[in-house]
């Protein structure tokens, strides 16, 4: 079945380093791929999103493309903020349904 | 727009009791959805609703939990009786397309912890 992959986290960072976080995906023909985000205490808003292969996604200063032959969508930020600290999950829609990874923990220190 | 409404915000309830969660979506939003997400895990889907009819339930423990959309607005998703490892965040979700280009929008969700 449909599956989504991320770097195990948690993932520490100090103020203005450079982010990235490894999603891969396994499924049948050409999902869309979205990146959540979880603020503490809240649900889950849509942080960005592409629905074709070489699409790039962005928002907020991130960003993450489609690469279809390494079934990726890795999610980047070129200078992170400690507003930045949250849970980010990797998903795929697939079979009807939206399947998450399992979230990654970022924390960004001051 | 108004989002996602969910309450209560928290819960908590000894094992074998029972327990229900209310969801409203967003107006016009024809697929409703509730996820269940244990701690340090991803969201997995419960059930899937279409209007009032439901598209997916595969993952859902039927022993125990039940859910309905009446009348193709609010849902509710009851757990009789509770066990320990119903202890998670139930997040309800709707989407105007079905989620394929725009995903779903997430309400706050509902915290339960099973004593």
């Known amino acids: 079945g449909d599956s989504v992959t991320q770097m195990e986290g948690p993932v520490t960072l100090s103020e203005e380093a450079f982010l990235t976080i490894n999603c891969t995906y396994t499924?049948?023909?050409?999902?869309?791929l979205f990146w959540y985000v979880q603020y503490p205490g809240e649900g889950l808003q849509l942080l960005l999103k592409?629905?074709?292969?070489?699409d790039k996604g962005s928002n907020k200063g991130f960003e993450a493309t489609y690469r279809k032959e390494t079934t990726s969508f890795h999610l980047e930020k070129g200078s992170v903020q400690v507003s930045d600290s949250a849970v980010y999950f990797c998903?795929?829609?697939?079979?009807?349904?939206?399947?998450f990874g399992q979230g990654t923990r970022l924390t960004i220190n001051p | 727009e108004a989002g996602v409404a969910q309450s209560p915000r928290y819960k908590i309830i000894e094992k074998r009791q029972s327990v229900a969660f209310w969801c409203n979506p967003i107006?016009?939003?024809?697929?409703l959805y509730w996820y269940q997400q244990i701690l340090g895990q991803g969201p997995k889907l419960l059930i899937q609703?279409?209007?009032?009819?439901?598209?997916?339930d595969s993952q859902l423990p039927k022993d125990r939990f039940s859910a309905e959309r009446l009348k193709g607005v609010d849902s509710t998703l009851k757990i009789q009786p509770a066990k320990l490892e119903d202890s998670a965040v139930y997040l309800c979700?709707?989407?105007?397309?079905?989620?394929?280009?725009?995903?779903?929008?997430f309400g706050s969700g509902t915290r339960l912890t099973v004593v």
């Open positions: 979700a709707s989407s105007l397309d079905g989620g394929q280009v725009y995903g779903y929008t």
């Open positions: 499924a049948t023909g050409y999902p869309s």
């Open positions: 592409a629905t074709k292969a070489d």
């Open positions: 998903a795929l829609f697939g079979a009807q349904k939206l399947v």
């Open positions: 107006s016009g939003h024809a697929t």
């Open positions: 609703f279409q209007n009032n009819g439901v598209v997916d």
